[in-house]
C-alpha cells in the first residue's frame, strides 16, 4: 500500500487564507493542532480539526516583531508540550538571513517570546541561515533534540542537529550537517531540507524534502539507528511527487507524519506549491510501517 493523496486537498489555504505552509501537528484535549505558517500575515498560527480534514478558523500565535531586528517574518515553526508547557521553536527571518526562536505559552495559544534567537548561524554551513527547527524530548537521556537546516535563506541546503537540556542553550553536533543531499540520486541532487524526525523501536525515521532543483521538490524518507549518522534512505524514494495539474504541481514541501487512530491509517501532512500559490493537504497509509 502506497501513500495515496486526499481527493479533497488541500485542507488549508486557499482565496480565503491565502498562502498556508510549513505544518506542524499537536494532538491536545480540544482536538488536533494544526500549528503553521500564515504568508500573508507573516505569523505563526493554529488551527484545530476533531478529524484531521475539516479545520477551523486559525489563530495567530504570533506576530512579526520589526524591532528585534531578526523577526521581521515568522515561519516553519514545531511545539513540544511537557510539564504543562507549551514549548515552541520557530523561524524568524530578516535582513536576507534567518535564525530560530523560542516562545512558551501555557496554553498553546499565547506564547511569549524569549527574546534574543537561541541558535544562530555561525558554521561554514549554515552560511547566513539556520531555520526549520524539529524537536523532540528524549525522557530517557533527558535533552531536547533539535534536527534544523541551514544555509540559503530561501530554501536551506543540509539538516544538522543539536541538543539541549532546557530547550534555550543548544550544543551543535560536531560533525554537522548530518544530512546532505546525495548528488546521485535525481530527486534530492540539489539540497535537503525541512525534515520531521520520528523515534521508534528499531531507529529513527526521517521524513524529508529532496529538491531536485530550487523550484522542484519531493517528499522522503530515511532511517537512521541513531538519529544522527548512517543514515539510509529507502528504495521507494520518493514517497510524495507533485501531480501535473494539481494544487501541488510543482512541489510537494516541509512534511509531517501523524498516526490517527480511529482510522488505523499514518497521515503525511506537507504544503504543496503551484505557482506561487502553496496550501496544506496530506496523503495516507494504512497500517503501521511508512512504505510498502
Known sequence: MVWIKYSSNPVLGGEELGVCFDVFLLKADDGLRMYFSWRDK???AVSVSQNGIDWGEPKIILEPLMSSGWEDDLNRNCVV??????HMWYTGQARGGSCIGYATSADGYTFARRGDPVIIAERWWEKRSVMNPHVIFDEEQGVYKMWYCGGETYEPDAIGYAVSTDGIHWEKHPANPVFTADAS???EKDRVGACQVIPREDGYWMFYIGYEDIDTARICLAKSPDGITRWERIPQNPLI???PGEWDAEACYKPFAIYAEDKKEWRLYYNGRR???EYIGFASKTGNTFYP
Open 42 to 44: 507573516k505569523s505563526l
Open 81 to 86: 508540550f511537557r510539564n504543562g508547557v507549551y
Open 185 to 187: 540520486l535525481p530527486y
Open 241 to 243: 511527487s507533485p501531480s
Open 275 to 277: 505557482g506561487n500559490r
